[in-house]
């Protein structure tokens, strides 16, 4: 016996059987790229053992197994998409898909979905995105009658810029001002509209308590800008609207006995502010009309 049958003679059986199956392995179609989970398929036409079925994910080949997505600005969820190609000789059935978060939503054009040697589609999804910022990695399994396949779903999502509001935020914040005025004092408003007053008087408490509203770039078109009122005003005018506010509108009562925020000493030291001359620059000075509240 030669030297080189010799070597033959000891090869394991497992690895003839691996050099021999992995002839038979499917073809990587143009553009698509084969599981990295590397196993040998069985010939064609052959039956694949229900305790074998797992050692063969490489039949389905896809377009990308992590889809990376860039939010837009203000983006409440994002669709993905991954595009596969049945790569072997035998049909293959996808079973079902699981998402490791509810917030993830994968969908299968039917199910089961029987996909015939050479076809192929899309599993598509939603991410939904409230709520969340940076980099958001969630994964859906597929699983099919060969092996279960794993892909991620990246989604970088940009912080949001504290100086803007979305449409969607302003909306919802309109309607529960226009229910109840003094909201803006609780929850998740407190964060803007309290916690910066905080120890603040005269300009410092308006441009934290007046100017967050009043001088926004992007307030609501109901919201007057303050420098620009079309009637007089003096300090009883100011103190009027600090301390009630108005009624059945977006304006709350800032007066700490009406729920509001404010003390005696800062609702004194802001209508002193908005009374000022500084303030004033360019306003009418003749006597103001006290507001009806």
Sequence with gaps: MSSGCFRWGWLPLAALLTLGLAAQAPTQPRGLEINAFQRALPAPGDTVPATARIQYPQALAWDTQTREIH?????QSVDFRFALTNAWTNA??????????????ARLPETPWLIQPGKGG??????????????????????TDV???LLNVKVHIAPADPGR????????????????????FRGECASCHVAPTVGKRGAELYATACGICHDAENKATMV????????????????????????????????LKQGGILD???????????????????????PAKTPQP
Excluded: Y
Excluded at 92 to 105: D, L, R
Excluded at 165 to 184: I, K
């Design 264 to 286: 005696e000493d800062q609702m004194a030291s802001l209508a002193d502010h908005l009374d000022s001359a500084a303030f004033k620059t360019g306003r009418s000075a003749t």
């Design 224 to 255: 007057p800008t303050l420098r620009e009122l079309k009637h007089p005003t003096d300090r009883a005018f100011w103190m009027q609207w600090i301390r009630n506010g108005k009624l059945n509108s977006l304006m709350p009562a800032f007066d």
């Design 122 to 143: 899309e599993i598509s999804g939603t991410m939904n995105l409230q709520g969340k910022v940076g980099t958001i990695v969630k994964t859906v399994t597929v699983s």
């Design 147 to 149: 092996g279960s396949i």
């Design 71 to 75: 939010a837009k600005d203000g983006e």
């Design 165 to 184: 509001m979305r449409s969607a935020d302003r909306q919802r914040n309109l309607a529960v001002a226009a229910a109840d005025r003094q909201a803006v």
């Design 92 to 105: 293959v059935t996808i079973t079902g898909t699981k998402t490791s978060c509810g917030c993830t939503v």
